[in-house]
């Protein structure tokens, strides 16, 4: 399906951030550039959703008065690519504070992903640092990341710069009670 050109696909049609997805990151054929971004159609399958919603003139979900529609029955219930998790809570959040500050908040998590991207993945790291970075609150992301300085020395190996960060990561999830783990049916 040829879907219309979405203005902001970093934050998909039925509330996945799409750009704290590990395809978002993905070099090659199988990169997504975000929710209906142009060449979306060649790398996704079709999706109910985004149709439903370019169908009906709304630019999201929640705008309908029937969201969540049966198209959402145990869409949070397991991952793909990226977390479904907070789907319906991001959504709520974005329909709450009003879009414009909800993609202010996700330009800065995707800033910081983009920072743990370069600085900081051994080549192994990439699903995690998305996956923490799309659980945790930003704020909680900005301690983690403030911590870098006194706990990565720039001599240090890559690896081991890696697996420091990923360690503060977790240590933060494991306090917020968060699991950093992709639900697989």
């Known amino acids: 399906m040829e879907y219309k050109i979405r203005s902001y696909p970093q934050f998909s049609a039925c509330g996945l951030n799409c750009g704290l997805c590990p395809r978002y990151y993905t070099d090659g054929a ?6 209906a ?19 009906n003139g709304f630019e999201y979900c929640f705008e309908c ?24 809570s991001d959504m709520e959040k974005a329909k709450q504070i009003g879009m414009e500050a909800y993609k202010a908040e996700l330009d800065e998590k995707i800033e910081l992903l ?9 080549g192994r790291r990439k699903g995690f640092y998305c996956l923490a970075v799309n659980l945790l609150e930003l704020s909680d992301i ?18 081991e710069k890696a697996k420091t960060v990923a360690n503060l990561f977790q240590a933060m999830a494991d306090k917020r009670n968060i699991s950093l783990v992709l639900r697989k049916n």
């Open 114 to 122: 983009e920072k743990l991207l370069e600085s900081y993945n051994d």
């Open 30 to 35: 199988s990169r997504c550039p975000g929710c």
């Open 142 to 159: 900005k301690a983690v990341m403030g911590q870098l300085g006194g706990a990565v020395d720039s001599a240090m190996p890559i690896k």
């Open 65 to 88: 008065s029937e969201y969540p529609c049966k198209k959402y029955d145990g869409a949070d219930l397991n991952d793909s690519f990226i977390t479904h998790k907070n789907q319906f």
């Open 37 to 55: 971004a142009e060449g979306f159609g060649a790398v996704h399958p079709p999706c109910g959703e985004l149709s439903c919603c370019q169908r």
